[in-house]
């Protein structure tokens, strides 16, 4: 492996772990989000009202997971204490999210780029790591050779 390859893995890792990103896991965001999207988000700033409107990715202890859904409402302006609900689902998610738990507003999005994350734990993925490993990482280096 040449230093240009080193150099581009080294900044591609870095970016994974330095840009905050999340994947839409559910179907609770279509049309707006898929399955498989990776979102990257950027930090709640602003007023309680600013957030109004916008796809957000909360922590929700009562799942013990993040939620990418969009916030509809506010139920306690003072304690900044949104309602959330997915562009899909007829009603609102069943718990208020207090700001605290507002992890990022989503500000771009990769279709499908996040697919590789939904499934690292299963065979499928274990499989297509193979498959990425026979088709470019191998190939790839012999021609580096």
Known sequence: MGLGH?????????SILVVPWAVVSSYSMEPTLEVGDLVIMAPTIGTCQSLLGHVAIYYSPQFGDLIVHR???????QGCIYVFKGDANLGPDPYPVPRYNVVGVVQFVI????FVSLSYRSYTALLYMLGLIILVVIPAYILDK
């Open 6 to 14: 080193a150099l581009l893995t080294v900044l591609l890792v870095l």
């Open 71 to 77: 916030a509809v409402a506010i139920e306690n302006v």
């Open 111 to 114: 279709p499908q780029l996040g």
